[in-house]
């Protein structure tokens, strides 16, 4: 079956480097890619996603990148701080409004640590 | 928060019983999904509603049931025929005709 996979599922930083957690998914049909960010014992933030039509989107200090060709996209943080400290989720979804499909598979999660 | 919540936050149970674990969101969302989630796992999904009075089956619904009765409400059964049913469990929602799922702050359920 389809299934994404997510590297590295540890991952330590200094304050103030950037982090960079990749996901590579197999579904060819897959169109939208969101990255989650969940703190211990809490629910999941959506903090950014990209759809299959863009490259690249940014918002502040995080950016995902995605690959089609090679199915594979990326988060990277920079700037990190502290309170980036938490497990990040990356999914690929499938979505087809006409066909009533919506089908989102998880990656397995980093956790980031980033130390002061 | 707020939005989409889920009760209680831990919850505990003895082997053979059953336990049903709440999700209501107030966000007119069409959609519902319930989830587990295991240590080093990526969320699972165990049962998915597009619409009141449907649902569908995901990839670990054995041990599991859940209704749609109501639009703001997606209940989760745990019966006892779930082999392992201690988890985090998480509900999710999401509007028609959008991409995006947000998810409640899930339930631990701890059963022994």
């Known amino acids: 079956g389809e299934n994404v996979e997510q590297h590295p599922s540890t991952l330590s930083v200094q304050e103030g480097d950037s982090a960079v957690i990749k996901c590579t998914y197999s579904?060819?049909?897959?169109?939208?890619f969101p990255w989650y960010k969940q703190e211990l014992g809490k629910r999941p933030q959506l903090i950014i996603d990209?759809?299959?039509?863009?490259g690249e989107k940014k918002d502040q200090r995080i950016a995902v990148t995605l690959n089609k060709t090679a199915k594979h996209f990326s988060l990277h943080i920079t700037e990190t701080q502290p309170e980036d400290s938490a497990v990040y989720f990356c999914?690929?979804?499938?979505?087809?409004?006409?066909?009533?499909?919506?089908?989102?598979?998880f990656g397995t999660g980093t956790r980031l640590k980033v130390l002061a | 928060d707020g939005g989409i919540t889920q009760s209680p936050k831990y919850l505990f149970r003895k082997e053979g019983q059953n336990v049903t674990l709440s999700c209501e969101q107030n966000?007119?969302?069409?959609?519902m999904y319930w989830y587990r989630q295991d240590p080093g796992q990526g969320l699972r999904l165990i049962y998915y509603?597009?619409?009141?009075?449907?649902?569908q089956k995901g990839d670990i619904a054995e041990g599991y049931s859940v209704s749609r009765e109501k639009k703001e409400s997606f209940p989760l059964t745990v019966t006892s025929a779930q082999k392992n049913p201690t988890a985090f469990y998480l509900c999710?929602?999401?509007?028609?005709?959008?991409?995006?799922?947000?998810f409640g702050p899930g339930t631990r359920l701890t059963v022994t």
């Open positions: 990209i759809r299959s039509n863009v």
């Open positions: 999914a690929a979804g499938t979505i087809a409004f006409t066909s009533g499909t919506y089908k989102y598979i």
């Open positions: 966000l007119n969302h069409d959609a």
């Open positions: 999710a929602s999401r509007l028609a005709g959008a991409y995006e799922q947000y």
């Open positions: 579904d060819s049909a897959s169109n939208y």
């Open positions: 509603s597009q619409i009141v009075n449907d649902f």
